[in-house]
Antibody, heavy 122, light 111 residues
Framework: EVQLVESGGGLVQPGRSLRLSCAAS????????MYWVRQAPGRGLEWVSS????????AYADSVKGRFAISRDNAKNSQYLQMNSLRAEDTALYYC???????????????WGRGTPVTVSS | IVMTQSPLSLPVTPGEPASISCRSS???????????LDWYLQKPGQSPQLLIY???NRASGVPDRFSGSGSGTDFTLKISRVEAEDVGIYYC?????????FGPGTKVDIK
């Protein structure tokens, strides 16, 4: 069964940094694009970032561009989200999501992890 | 691309049909014939699960009471006979190109 396990969330002060990790299993990781999607408390879903199968193409939501950096290590079946200059509005549950193909345009998502919570507060 | 859904709240009776509409501000129909529109269900306390992809294809393991239809900018998710386990928030999302935007969600609960 495909499994995605996020880690690295927690309570952090505004302006500080946090690095999220996602460990994938039970599928050929480097065949698929990966995504990060977040959900603020009591709110809907917001796409954050995408990375294609080999990291050659990356995209960010405007709300995080210049502050967040997505990456992946295919040898470790893992993806990461480096979050810098965190703001209160970044508070959310961050989901790691598997793509349905090697690229993110024209493919979409399928399996989601359980999420890791990030709280930005002083 | 802006995604809208209606209704935002949908009380349902078990055994009865239900329908949710999703509209996009731009056509999601690609020249390859695919409509890049997916449907997810987020059950209470759980992560979203894929129900329908490319507008009308049921994901693996999804009961056949769920169906998706539509093309271009107008899409519909239908549940032929609602069951108690179908409660939750239904989201549409486009997969055409980044940024990938979700609809606001439709909360389905039992009357």
């Amino acid at each position: 069964e495909v499994q995605l396990v996020e880690s690295g969330g927690g309570l952090v002060q505004p302006g500080r940094s946090l690095r999220l990790s996602c460990a994938a299993s039970a599928f050929t990781f480097d065949d698929y694009a990966m995504y990060w999607v977040r959900q603020a408390p009591g709110r809907g879903l917001e796409w954050v970032s995408s990375i294609d199968w080999n990291g050659g193409s990356i995209a960010y939501a405007d709300s995080v561009k210049g502050r967040f950096a997505i990456s992946r290590d295919n040898a470790k079946n893992s993806q990461y989200l480096q979050m810098n200059s965190l703001r209160a509005e970044d508070t959310a549950l961050y989901y790691c999501v598997k793509g349905r193909g090697p690229y993110f345009d024209h493919y979409g998502m399928d399996v989601w992890g359980r999420g890791t919570p990030v709280t930005v507060s002083s | 691309i802006v995604m809208t859904q209606s209704p935002l709240s949908l009380p349902v009776t078990p055994g009865e049909p239900a329908s949710i509409s999703c509209r996009s501000s731009q056509s999601l129909l690609h020249s390859n014939g695919n409509n890049y529109l997916d449907w997810y269900l987020q059950k209470p306390g759980q992560s979203p699960q894929l129900l329908i992809y490319l507008g009308s294809n049921r994901a693996s393991g999804v009961p056949d009471r769920f169906s998706g239809s539509g093309s271009g900018t107008d899409f519909t998710l239908k549940i032929s006979r609602v069951e108690a386990e179908d409660v939750g928030i239904y989201y549409c999302v486009h997969a055409l190109k980044n940024p990938f935007t979700f609809g606001p969600g439709t909360k389905v609960d039992i009357k």
